[in-house]
């Protein structure tokens, strides 16, 4: 037996696989100190409108080939915008992943629209592209589309049926900046693209968000409903002036991130009982590589004892590792009357029961991490049993 798991996992009294735990987000930078510096130096911090928005505006729409930015003060905020650039409200269908980001779903209620769930792909748990024909109507007004937990979703086949038919995309790339699905960069798909700088995203300011169109229309349409004598919703100077320095290291920062979830995925090999994001109904005629603001896998309890999902994650956070139960299904927490389905949601349903989230950060350390991390999950395997059992009589 290989001797690592003869080990206890933590949780059970053994050493934690990293004992520094998860790492802070963001990480310390010189860079961001010298725009703090910058920022009192020069006033710049007090004043609404300064140089680094601008610039934080022509970077954007340079990376994302559109014309159009608008910066606002969260992702949240930006897809509300997004549905009221396009005119959407009442008697108004908007379809999206039955597992998606619980906001959008809000925002689209709150412009007066009906959110239309389809179930997402049992290969990478997002919208899955063969049931979005049949879901959509004469009354189908958009269709708002996130890559999420290292999935990304055929873009080239998404925007052919969408504009086949005339409906405008809400690309959500919260959770991917950089990424590039199809030989093009996330965000510059959609009709309307998202970005969020929030606190724990890749790109962070805190706080904030961007919408990035070709249109002028709906920019502007955007723009005068933003407008309440002055702006509602803005992105601040300093905000912008600590995002310019992230856009410049955020291609190295993917691609270590990728080199390490690859490396993690070897480790963990076919049978760990974490099944892996696979994006195969991607074209393979050009490049794609996910982002990885979370990493999702499926936990199967049948490989760990039946242990539930709430321990095992418990079990890895007290290994020192930022594994957490993926958010809620859309359709398991939101009244029936407030939506439309055409179809089960059994993959979503699997989802919101099992999916696990490892949190970013770590992807940027050693090499040696994704091996403690893949070690935790062997043990926790090994020892399942006895976790349950001290589980069940309150003694952990
Ligand atoms: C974080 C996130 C948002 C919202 O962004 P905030 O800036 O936190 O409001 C929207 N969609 C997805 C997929 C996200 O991950």
Redesign the pocket.
């Known amino acids: 037996m290989n001797s690592l798991l003869s080990e206890k996992p933590a949780i059970l009294g053994g050493d934690p696989a990293i004992p520094g735990g998860p790492p802070e987000w963001p990480f310390p930078d010189i860079a961001i100190n010298r725009v703090l510096q910058q920022a009192q130096q020069t006033g710049a911090w007090g004043r609404y409108h300064g140089p680094c928005a601008k610039q934080l505006q022509q970077k954007l729409a340079e990376l994302h080939q559109t014309e159009q930015v608008i910066l606002c003060s969260?992702?949240?905020?930006a897809?509300e915008l997004a549905l009221r650039g396009l005119g959407i409200g009442p008697d108004d269908e908007v379809i999206l992943a039955a597992y998606?980001?619980e906001?959008?779903f809000k925002n689209i209620v709150t412009v007066g629209a009906t959110p239309v769930m389809i179930d997402v792909d049992p290969q990478n748990f997002n919208l899955n592209l063969n049931l979005l024909e049949q879901a959509i109507t004469d009354s189908t007004k958009g269709i708002l589309v996130?890559h999420?937990h290292g999935g990304l979703v055929s873009m080239q086949r998404l925007t052919r049926i969408a504009h086949e038919r005339g409906i405008p995309v809400i690309e959500?790339a919260?959770?991917v900046p950089g990424a590039v699905i199809e030989g093009q960069i996330a965000g510059s798909w959609g009709d309307i693209s998202?970005l969020?700088?929030?606190g724990s995203?890749l790109l962070t300011a805190g706080?904030?968000?961007a919408i990035l169109t070709r249109s002028p229309q709906i920019a502007q349409r955007i723009r005068l409903y933003s407008h309440r004598g002055n702006e509602a919703y803005p992105l601040t100077e300093l905000q912008a002036g600590l995002l310019l320095p992230q856009l410049e290291t955020l291609d190295t920062q993917n691609q270590i991130r990728q080199k390490h979830v690859d490396i993690l995925l070897t480790q963990l090999g076919d049978d760990s009982g974490l099944i892996s994001f696979r994006n195969q109904q991607l074209s393979s005629q050009s490049v794609s590589t996910p982002g990885y603001?979370k990493l999702g896998f499926l936990y199967q309890p049948s490989h760990f004892s039946g242990l539930t999902r709430d321990l095992f994650c418990q079990a890895m956070q007290a290994e020192g590792i930022a594994v957490y139960p993926g958010f809620r299904a859309l359709h398991a927490i939101h009244s029936r009357r407030r939506f439309r389905q055409t179809t089960e949601l059994p993959v979503a349903t699997e989802c919101d029961r099992n999916l696990v989230v490892l949190h970013h950060p770590v992807l940027l350390t050693g090499a040696s991490h994704m091996a403690a991390i893949a070690g935790a999950v062997f043990r926790i395997a090994q020892h399942a049993d006895r976790i349950l059992s001290l589980s069940a009589s309150d003694q952990l």
Do not use: A, E, H
């Not at 969260?74 to 905020?77: A, Q």
């Open positions: 969260s992702g949240t905020v897809v998606d980001f906001g959008n996130s999420l959500d919260c959770q998202i969020s700088f929030g995203k706080r904030g968000g603001y």
